[in-house]
């Protein structure tokens, strides 16, 4: 056992892992920004920005779920829904 798993507490966790996940957070509230923004554009050319917008809010996304994945972080600590499927 490290001494760091001695010393931390359970709700202790080093920055890299509070940083993927305010970082998670962060992009879930941006990606139901950007589904709210579509479902009210009547514009097709602000209609395409939208659907670019949200594609590469959802790639960030799952990049970001990869590296809370490898950092251990447990699947309590991210708020699950903003994240929405393609449909």
Do not use: H
Not at 6 to 28: C, F, G, T, W
Request: charged residues 30%.
């Amino acid at each position: 056992m490290k001494l760091k798993d001695i010393l931390l507490k359970p709700q202790d966790k080093p920055d890299s892992q509070n940083s993927v996940v305010s970082e998670l957070k962060r992009l879930q509230i941006e990606i139901d920004r950007a589904y709210n923004e579509f479902q009210n554009q009547t514009d097709s050319d602000l209609l395409e920005s939208c659907i670019y917008e949200i594609q590469s809010l959802r790639s960030k996304y799952s990049y970001l779920m990869k590296q809370a994945k490898e950092k251990g972080v447990q699947s309590n600590e991210i708020i699950f829904g903003a994240y929405r499927k393609a449909e």
